[in-house]
């Protein structure tokens, strides 16, 4: 069972900049595909951003493109997401996911494992 831990939420204004971490439990967290979902108050959850094991391939939802970076320290068994330019739209909880799938596309389709969750608020 690996436990995700999500950290590095909170209020920014329009245009600032945030960057979330997730730590896992699991000693092989190296062999997991590691991303970032998030849910906003009345709408799906849905996909922002996903690394491969390696860190050599990452995946975005087109509106984070340009924005968001994901990235991992597989020695400190984190995944990160480092958020600028935000927008009051990017308001939401953000939750850090792992899979036992190939690659960082297919992590949008299928996920093993669920953090519990870090609120992000972004004023106008």
């Known amino acids: 069972q690996v436990q995700l831990v999500e950290s590095g939420g909170g209020l920014v204004q329009a245009g600032g900049s945030l960057r979330l971490s997730c730590a896992a439990s699991?000693?092989?967290?190296?062999?997991?595909?590691m991303g970032w979902f998030r849910q906003a108050p009345g709408k799906e959850r849905e996909f922002v951003a996903a690394?491969?094991?390696?860190?050599?391939?990452?995946h975005y939802a087109d509106s984070v493109v340009g924005r968001f970076t994901i990235s991992r320290d597989n020695a400190k068994n984190t995944v990160y997401l480092q958020m600028n330019s935000l927008k009051p739209e990017d308001t939401a909880v953000y939750y850090c996911?792992?899979?036992?799938?190939?690659?960082?596309?297919?992590?949008?389709?299928?996920?093993?494992?669920w953090g519990q969750g870090t609120q992000v608020t972004v004023s106008s």
């Open positions: 996911v792992a899979g036992v799938v190939a690659g960082a596309h297919n992590l949008e389709y299928e996920q093993d494992y």
């Open positions: 699991e000693r092989t967290f190296s062999s997991y595909a």
């Open positions: 690394v491969n094991w390696s860190g050599g391939s990452t």
